[in-house]
């Protein structure tokens, strides 16, 4: 009986482990993402309820090869992609987060990256080879068409969202009324999220910039409390505060262009300093909306690229133009869309290799403000998102 009593005792130490351990192994696959604006979960070869402030249009995402995608939708390499909506997602897993970012591995060569900014962008990006995107929409939305590489799906309570692809591809509205992208390697496809109204003349034009290859990064600037973010919270992707109170700006930088580095370095209540670095030398446009409560007077904004004052220019056009082999750099300000009070800055730099920016407010100098993270004058936005772009890189790698 002893002995008896013994083994029924072990047996239930090891249930009890063994029914321990399977909700950490299940944790531990990392089967869902929960930031401050987005959360979403994996399930198997999909990737689903995709919320941005608890918002959901698309319902869920999945990506194969578009070899492998066309064999099992029956349709030919020259078929139209309207026809391709019966073909099974590879199988994908959430190989890394943080405070700001997640990534998801697809089986069939590609990579999504979701951003936790409130725009809720997503990327998928082709890295081996032609890759093939089917997005279910909820049953309010309706997907319209805009271009060969551009679809905006609205939802009844006016929220919409946009499909964008960057590269080569296409992008369309298939027989039933969701979204099919086929995207050549090296390209990727964008989703962008707008609250009801918000999306404007203006975003359409940030929306070009981006599709055209013009704009090459992206930054959303945040105050801790915003963010959600602990003051010591993930420093890799945060930008530090030179203010008494020591909270921190939480950088979310989106990179659209592969051969665009950008990292935020430092900041302070009216400077932001960051890097933006091209292999090319040919100038492009770094995109950033501000959050006015971490950033004061953020209206009246000036930049300067390695110390020289940029132009300030009347629109998004001129900010292109400087970009395209203009004499100075230029940058265009305006009130963001967003439901959260920001500034949007286009910031048109007019040659690469490594730039300096600087975004102050308030009468700033030039230099760096004393701010921590830089390397000379004119240390500003650009410094800022450079940062936050090597971080980002970094995270992908791991």
């Given at each position: 009986?002893?002995?008896?009593?013994?083994?029924?005792?072990?047996?239930?130490?090891?249930?009890?482990?063994?029914?321990?351990?399977?909700?950490?192994?299940?944790?531990?696959?990392?089967?869902?993402?929960?930031?401050?604006?987005?959360?979403?979960?994996?399930?198997n070869s999909a990737v689903?309820?995709?919320?941005?402030?608890?918002?959901?249009?698309?319902?869920?995402?999945?990506?194969?090869?578009?070899?492998?995608?066309?064999?099992?939708?029956?349709?030919?390499?020259?078929?139209?992609?309207?026809?391709?909506?019966?073909?099974?997602?590879?199988?994908?897993?959430?190989?890394?987060?943080?405070?700001?970012?997640?990534?998801?591995?697809?089986?069939?060569?590609?990579?999504?990256?979701?951003?936790?900014?409130?725009?809720?962008?997503?990327?998928?990006?082709?890295?081996?080879?032609?890759?093939?995107?089917?997005?279910?929409?909820?049953?309010?939305?309706?997907a319209e068409s805009e271009?060969?590489?551009?679809?905006?799906?609205?939802?009844?309570?006016?929220?919409?969202?946009?499909?964008?692809?960057?590269?080569?591809?296409?992008?369309?509205?298939?027989?039933?009324?969701?979204?099919?992208?086929?995207?050549?390697?090296?390209?990727?496809?964008?989703?962008?999220?707008?609250?009801?109204?918000?999306?404007?003349?203006?975003?359409?034009?940030?929306?070009?910039?981006?599709?055209?290859?013009?704009?090459?990064?992206?930054?959303?600037?945040?105050?801790?409390?915003?963010?959600?973010?602990?003051?010591?919270?993930?420093?890799?992707?945060?930008?530090?505060?030179?203010?008494?109170?020591?909270?921190?700006?939480?950088?979310?930088?989106?990179?659209?262009?592969?051969?665009?580095?950008?990292?935020?370095?430092?900041?302070?209540?009216?400077?932001?300093?960051?890097?933006?670095?091209?292999?090319?030398?040919?100038?492009?446009?770094?995109?950033?909306?501000?959050?006015?409560?971490?950033?004061?007077?953020?209206?009246?904004?000036?930049?300067?690229?390695?110390?020289?004052?940029?132009?300030?220019?009347?629109?998004y056009s001129e900010v292109?133009?400087?970009?395209?082999?203009?004499?100075?750099?230029?940058?265009?300000?305006?009130?963001?869309?967003?439901?959260?009070?920001?500034?949007?800055?286009?910031?048109?730099?007019?040659?690469?290799?490594?730039?300096?920016?600087?975004?102050?407010?308030?009468?700033?100098?030039?230099?760096?403000?004393?701010?921590?993270?830089?390397?000379?004058?004119?240390?500003?936005?650009?410094?800022?998102?450079?940062?936050?772009?090597?971080?980002?890189?970094?995270?992908?790698?791991?």
């Amino acid at each position: 009986m002893k002995f008896r009593a013994t083994l029924l005792s072990a047996l239930l130490v090891v249930s009890l482990v063994g029914a321990a351990a399977a909700p950490a192994a299940a944790t531990q696959s990392g089967e869902a993402y929960s930031g401050t604006h987005v959360e979403f979960q994996t399930q198997n070869s999909a990737v689903t309820g995709y919320a941005v402030n608890d918002a959901v249009i698309v319902e869920n995402v999945s990506v194969q090869s578009s070899e492998e995608a066309r064999s099992q939708a029956g349709i030919g390499a020259d078929a139209g992609l309207s026809t391709a909506t019966e073909f099974s997602g590879a199988g994908l897993q959430l190989a890394s987060q943080t405070s700001l970012s997640a990534t998801v591995s697809v089986e069939s060569g590609a990579e999504m990256q979701a951003h936790d900014n409130s725009r809720g962008i997503f990327q998928v990006r082709a890295n081996d080879g032609a890759q093939m995107v089917h997005a279910n929409l909820s049953s309010d939305s309706e997907a319209e068409s805009e271009s060969d590489e551009r679809v905006v799906v609205t939802k009844e309570d006016g929220s919409q969202g946009t499909f964008i692809v960057v590269g080569d591809g296409e992008v369309v509205v298939n027989e039933e009324g969701n979204v099919t992208a086929e995207v050549e390697e090296g390209s990727q496809l964008v989703y962008r999220q707008y609250d009801d109204g918000e999306r404007s003349e203006d975003d359409e034009q940030k929306e070009q910039m981006i599709q055209n290859g013009t704009a090459t990064a992206e930054v959303f600037v945040e105050s801790a409390a915003e963010s959600g973010q602990d003051s010591a919270d993930d420093g890799e992707d945060s930008a530090e505060d030179g203010s008494d109170e020591g909270e921190e700006a939480a950088a979310s930088v989106v990179e659209y262009g592969q051969d665009t580095t950008v990292e935020v370095q430092s900041r302070s209540e009216n400077t932001i300093n960051m890097t933006a670095e091209r292999s090319q030398s040919e100038g492009k446009v770094v995109l950033a909306t501000i959050s006015n409560e971490a950033f004061s007077n953020a209206e009246d904004v000036e930049v300067f690229v390695d110390g020289e004052a940029a132009a300030q220019a009347d629109s998004y056009s001129e900010v292109e133009q400087a970009a395209q082999g203009g004499d100075n750099s230029a940058y265009y300000v305006s009130q963001s869309s967003s439901a959260e009070a920001s500034t949007d800055v286009a910031i048109g730099v007019n040659h690469f290799s490594e730039r300096d920016v600087s975004m102050q407010s308030d009468g700033g100098s030039g230099d760096d403000g004393g701010m921590t993270g830089g390397d000379g004058a004119g240390f500003g936005v650009f410094a800022a998102v450079a940062a936050l772009g090597a971080a980002l890189l970094a995270t992908r790698r791991l």
